[in-house]
Structure formats: C-alpha cells, structure tokens
C-alpha cells in the first residue's frame, strides 16, 4: 500500500464525515446517507453497490483471485439529540445528531472500500463493506441483512465502534463476550381510578408500581448470583395527568436489562414477571409484562478473529486488551448467525480531561481517528485475502 497517500485519504475521510455529520437522519430512514454513500463510491469502478433494504448500502469487491470471503460493517443512523457541539460540521437538521458516531464509521468504510477498489488485482477472495442501517432503533437494521440472503457466503465480519473513553486512535477489544444482552421491558398496571378523597373505593396502581419499580431492584442484589453482572433500569413510570383530584386507572413502567448470558438472562426476565405480578396482585390489580422481541443479543468475539484483529492493531501503534465487556447493546450481534464475528473499539478521546459520551449533545470524536480506522480494516483485509 506504498502508493497510497494518506494525508489525501485523511483529508477525504474527514470531508466525507463533515458531510455526514451534517445531515444526520433517524434509524430506517437515512436516505440521503445513503444516497451520499454510493454518490461517492459510484466512481471506484471494481465495487459492485447494492441496497437490499430501503436505505442502507452493501457493496461488493471481487478480487483477480479466488478466496475468502471477508464482511467489514459499518452503520449509518443518528440520534433524536439536539447537537450543542458549535462545530463547523455541526447537524443542520433541529433535535437530530450523529451522536454515537456512526458518521465516523460510515467515513473509514468508504475509506477502506476506496482504496481497496484500487487493489483488486492483489485480492484473493471477496469483500463485502456494509453501510447497515437502524443500529439504534430495534429490531435493527443487522437482522434483516442476515435474512435477505446478499451476505451469504461472508465467513468472518469485523467492526469498529468509536469510544470516546479512550485515546484518540487506540484500538480495545475483548476476547469471547464483549457487548451485553439487551432487553426492554414495558408493564402496564392496570387498577380503578376514583375520587383521590376516596382511596377505599379505587384500587390504585399507582402504589403496586411505586413498590414494583423497589422490588425490581432486589432481583440483581438478591437473585442473581454475585459473580455475574447485570443490570435492571426502570427508565419511566407513566400514571395520572397532574391532577390532585383524581387517583387514576393505570401505570405504565418501562426500562431495560442488561446481561451477559442466556442463562442470567432468561433468569432476570421471569423474576420481572414474577414480582410486577406479585406486587400488582397484592395491591389487587392486573398486570402485564411484556418485553420486546426484538433486543439485541451479546456480540461474542471470536477468538481466532481476536488474534487477527489484535495483531493487525498492533501493528498501528496503540493496542489496548479489554478486560471486561461493555454493557451495551448492538446488533453487530446478528452477523453471528452467519459466521464469527470480532467487534473492537476505537479511541476517540479529543485532548485530555473528561469526554462527553456516546449519544450526548456535546459528543465530539477526535477526527483523527478516522485514519486509524481505515488503517485498520486495510490492515486486516492485508491478512486475510491479500497474502
Ligand atoms: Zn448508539
Ligand atoms: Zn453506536
């Protein structure tokens, strides 16, 4: 890759993320990303661009020699957050942001994808760049990649995701389970409303889903066991509309759970159940529990994949070994289906001192890590279909 100038390709990545950034758009319907995805990568002739979705791009390079078949993801969506950074590349579009820096994934793909496209003649094998989209919104743009049937024949994937916890270019992973189990939970309790100066004749779910949102909160302290992690948040408690009136007719609860096996997992979501039932019962109201089918399952990394990835990381310079995986969720997780997948994260720290966090309004990547980024799927697609 001697030929290649990066300190044009940086100036690139950073104008095709400025661009990005620019114009964010909701998960499952990012139109102009995609639109702007393929406008730009039309004139590398050797990539074969597909939209097996709605919005979202898939693109194709045949290398001169039969191989492997080798899938690089990024994803394409923003956030609902109003942007508060004052860059110059800051969002145009009110209350919507490239806060999670899918932009800046977006940017080193079309980056590797560019320059790849000139190397064809030096690839055995195939590989796929996938722009995927709705990350952020269940049930996910990943799922239905994998059901289409365009990834087929792919036999290892790889992503990145920026982090802004970390040093400006440096990459981190984590053998075996590196992201949790995401569950979303809502729970309607349902009682009888009436006249507030007149409790005896209301049942009040008010009351049954104050207690609940307590008693959930003893499954992690007193149900799981100790040497495992997870988490229960309730995130929202609906009832009544302000009045002092009146005691009203339901509760509405609504939170998340995260884990890091099927076993805990299965285990938290049945205590959910158990105790919102037997809290609603003792108050004499009805409850339902109902969580959402589509959550997004724990990203194992792959150990073979891991001793790749690492080692082409290394060879960049900064290299970080994670001990312990994150408790987020992310769809990369359904690529599983198909083949082992290594999911790392790259520093985005700007300078130093406390960052603003993924998905805040003052979210603000270093945009040097774009090199890295690209620099890092080059140096695995070197490995594994160009030797
Ligand atoms: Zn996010
Ligand atoms: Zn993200």
């Not at 030929?3 to 104008?15: C, P």
Request: charged share 20%; glycine share 8%.
């Amino acid at each position: 890759m001697e030929q290649i100038n990066w300190q044009q390709l940086s100036r690139q990545l950073a104008d095709w993320r400025a661009a990005i950034h620019r114009y964010p758009e909701l998960s499952h319907q990012e139109r102009v990303t995609t639109d702007y995805i393929i406008r730009q990568l039309s004139p590398f002739g050797a990539l074969e661009i597909s939209c097996p979705a709605a919005t979202g791009v898939v693109v194709r390079l045949r290398g001169a020699h039969p191989g492997r078949t080798l899938a690089f993801r990024a994803d394409i969506d923003a956030l609902p957050v109003e942007e508060k950074t004052g860059l110059a590349c800051a969002s145009t579009r009110p209350g919507l942001m490239h806060a999670c820096g899918h932009d800046m994934h977006t940017a080193m793909l079309m980056g590797a994808a560019s320059v790849l496209a000139q190397q064809q003649a030096s690839i055995h094998g195939e590989i796929l760049f996938i722009f995927q989209r709705g990350e952020e919104m269940s049930p996910g743009g990943a799922k239905e990649l994998v059901a289409s049937g365009v990834l087929a024949g792919a036999e290892m994937f790889f992503a990145l995701h920026v982090l802004p916890s970390l040093p400006c270019g440096t990459l981190a992973l984590k053998r075996g389970i590196a992201t949790a189990n995401r569950d979303t939970f809502n729970i309607s309790i349902q009682g009888r409303g009436g006249h507030s100066a007149m409790p005896h004749l209301t049942l009040d779910p008010l009351i049954a889903a104050t207690q609940a949102v307590q008693a959930l909160q003893s499954i992690v302290a007193r149900e799981i066991d100790p040497r495992e992690s997870a988490v229960i948040s309730v995130c929202s408690l609906i009832c009544g509309d302000g009045t002092t009136a009146a005691i009203p007719n339901e509760a509405r609860l609504c939170g998340t759970t995260r884990t890091f096996t099927p076993e805990v997992r299965a285990q938290i979501k049945a205590a959910i159940a158990r105790i919102v039932q037997g809290v609603a019962q003792a108050h004499r109201c009805q409850a339902r529990v109902i969580f959402d089918e589509w959550d997004y399952s724990a990203i194992i990394n792959d150990d073979r994949l891991c001793d790749i990835a690492s080692a082409a990381a290394r060879s960049l310079g900064a290299f970080y070994a994670q001990s312990a995986p994150a408790f987020v969720g992310e769809d990369f997780s359904e690529y599983q289906a198909i083949a082992p997948v290594c999911f790392a994260w790259l520093g985005v720290a700007n300078g130093e001192g406390e960052q603003p966090a993924l998905h805040n309004s003052f979210f603000n990547p270093c945009e040097d890590a774009l090199l890295h980024g690209t620099r890092y799927y080059l140096a695995l697609a070197r490995k594994l279909v160009m030797s």
